[in-house]
């Protein structure tokens, strides 16, 4: 793969993404104008382009286009200055609330509601297990049932988004990959992803019975590995793993035999997907959303990284594999993740359309300007 040397700034890059994010949903934002959206768990990764999309929207028209947002969170995984930076615009509001407690007596009447609220890194929802399930099942549980409380009244919730992920697939058998929604996973409920993996699969049982029993607006996505913008560097996950090794100017240390495959969604693909589902994603079905292919090996990322990274930045160094000293860090990781993304293609109109080279790029640009992350 070629690259061209630095030509943008972090700013640029996410200036970018969000003007593509925005182009992208005119139909589903223009559908929210006028009303309130809450995301609990927003100050996340995803919560980076979740949040900033709707406020780039609400500069780009009149009062009456303008979407209300309010994001409760707990920050266990720390306070964002990106979203510190945002606490004095007037269409945002942020609470420190966590989703597991009961909610806030002033709770306002919300049109939509995104449940984002549960670590996704590995090796922070082990350090959380419990955390972790009580977010998936009992905030949820909370979640929903504000949903019926407000059913027969002026303002019904017209839209709710639940977070599961490709992890509810657990390591699918070979002739299921790539996988398509349908497939009922191969997962272990007592090995160490399982409090992530298991509370996610309940999480998903309780959104379909409230769906069908409540005819209730309750949609779920499935995110296959997301990248990008807004993943801090310190999260532990592959990419912000690698681009720290690279800005340090150390050797990118690979933790696996390199062997594991993946494809990469590009963060302003998913975020387009994921409010498209919550808007036009039919109630009580879950949706793959992420990338067909290219699938890649871990050893083939560490070197793409390493190329870009030597054409971007003038990297020097190369890749070395290294055991981890977190002794469940490969366990029950899956050998290959890919999915079929039919249903949303033809449901939703979702498209992805930004290239892993062209991902890859964006984020090793954006990690230059965001070197320096919270260790949470
Ligand atoms: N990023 C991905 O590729 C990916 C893949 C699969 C699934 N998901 C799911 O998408 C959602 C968001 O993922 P992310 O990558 O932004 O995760 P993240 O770990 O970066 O952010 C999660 C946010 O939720 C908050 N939170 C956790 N527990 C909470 C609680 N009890 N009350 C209130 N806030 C709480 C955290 O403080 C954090 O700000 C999660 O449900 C995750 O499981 C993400």
Same mark, same amino acid.
């Given at each position: 793969?070629?690259?061209?040397?630095?030509?943008?700034?972090?700013?640029?890059?996410?200036?970018?993404?969000?003007?593509?994010?925005?182009?992208?949903?005119?139909?589903? +934002?223009?559908?929210?104008?006028?009303?309130?959206?809450?995301?609990?768990?927003?100050?996340?990764?995803?919560?980076?382009?979740?949040?900033?999309?709707? /406020?780039?929207?609400?500069?780009?028209? *009149?009062?009456?286009?303008?979407?209300?947002?309010?994001?409760?969170?707990?920050?266990?995984?720390?306070?964002?200055?990106? !979203?510190?930076?945002?606490?004095?615009?007037?269409?945002?509001?942020?609470?420190?609330?966590?989703?597991?407690?009961?909610?806030?007596?002033?709770?306002?009447? +919300?049109?939509?509601?995104?449940?984002?609220?549960?670590?996704?890194?590995?090796?922070?929802?082990?350090?959380?297990?419990?955390?972790?399930?009580?977010?998936?099942?009992?905030?949820?549980?909370?979640?929903?049932?504000?949903?019926?409380?407000?059913?027969?009244?002026?303002?019904?919730?017209?839209?709710?988004?639940? %977070?599961?992920?490709?992890?509810?697939?657990?390591?699918?058998?070979?002739?299921?990959?790539?996988?398509?929604?349908?497939?009922?996973?191969?997962?272990?409920?007592?090995?160490?992803?399982?409090?992530?993996?298991?509370?996610?699969? %309940? *999480?998903?049982? /309780?959104?379909?019975?409230?769906?069908?029993?409540?005819?209730?607006?309750?949609?779920?996505?499935?995110?296959?590995?997301?990248?990008?913008?807004?993943?801090?560097?310190?999260?532990?996950?592959?990419?912000?793993?690698?681009?720290?090794?690279?800005?340090?100017?150390?050797?990118?240390?690979? /933790?696996?035999?390199?062997?594991?495959?993946?494809? +990469?969604?590009?963060?302003?693909?998913?975020?387009?997907?994921? %409010?498209?589902?919550?808007?036009?994603?039919?109630?009580?079905?879950?949706?793959?959303?992420?990338?067909?292919?290219?699938?890649?090996?871990?050893?083939?990322?560490?070197?793409?990284?390493?190329? +870009?990274?030597?054409? !971007?930045?003038?990297?020097? *160094?190369?890749?070395?594999?290294?055991?981890?000293?977190?002794?469940?860090?490969?366990?029950?990781?899956?050998?290959?993740?890919?999915?079929?993304?039919?249903?949303?293609?033809?449901?939703? *109109?979702?498209?992805?359309?930004?290239?892993?080279?062209?991902?890859?790029?964006?984020?090793? !640009?954006?990690?230059?300007?965001?070197?320096?992350?919270?260790?949470?």
């Amino acid at each position: 793969m070629m690259t061209s040397p630095i030509t943008q700034s972090a700013q640029q890059v996410v200036a970018q993404d969000l003007e593509y994010i925005c182009a992208n949903l005119h139909d589903e +934002f223009s559908r929210m104008a006028g009303k309130k959206l809450l995301i609990v768990g927003g100050a996340g990764f995803l919560g980076y382009y979740l949040v900033q999309s709707i /406020l780039f929207w609400n500069k780009t028209g *009149g009062d009456d286009h303008v979407i209300d947002l309010t994001v409760y969170d707990n920050y266990i995984r720390g306070v964002p200055d990106w !979203l510190t930076a945002l606490a004095d615009d007037a269409n945002l509001t942020l609470v420190r609330h966590d989703i597991t407690e009961p909610l806030p007596t002033d709770i306002d009447d +919300f049109h939509y509601i995104i449940h984002a609220a549960s670590i996704a890194s590995p090796t922070y929802y082990r350090k959380y297990p419990i955390e972790t399930m009580d977010a998936n099942v009992n905030g949820l549980r909370i979640l929903l049932e504000y949903c019926l409380a407000r059913q027969d009244s002026r303002v019904p919730v017209e839209g709710f988004l639940f %977070y599961s992920t490709s992890e509810i697939y657990g390591d699918p058998t070979p002739e299921d990959i790539p996988t398509p929604e349908t497939y009922r996973g191969n997962v272990s409920c007592t090995g160490p992803r399982a409090c992530y993996d298991e509370s996610k699969r %309940y *999480g998903e049982t /309780l959104c379909v019975n409230f769906a069908r029993q409540y005819k209730l607006p309750i949609k779920i996505a499935r995110p296959f590995n997301n990248y990008g913008p807004g993943l801090k560097i310190t999260d532990r996950r592959v990419l912000p793993d690698f681009a720290r090794n690279v800005l340090a100017g150390e050797d990118i240390v690979m /933790l696996s035999d390199g062997r594991p495959t993946r494809t +990469f969604c590009y963060i302003a693909d998913a975020v387009v997907g994921y %409010y498209k589902i919550l808007i036009k994603g039919q109630p009580g079905e879950a949706y793959n959303i992420g990338v067909e292919s290219p699938e890649i090996s871990m050893a083939q990322l560490a070197d793409y990284v390493t190329d +870009f990274a030597r054409d !971007l930045f003038g990297y020097q *160094g190369q890749v070395v594999r290294q055991m981890s000293q977190d002794k469940d860090y490969l366990a029950d990781n899956p050998n290959r993740r890919c999915p079929v993304i039919d249903k949303a293609r033809t449901q939703l *109109g979702y498209n992805p359309g930004i290239s892993l080279e062209e991902g890859l790029k964006r984020s090793l !640009l954006w990690y230059a300007d965001n070197a320096d992350a919270e260790e949470a």
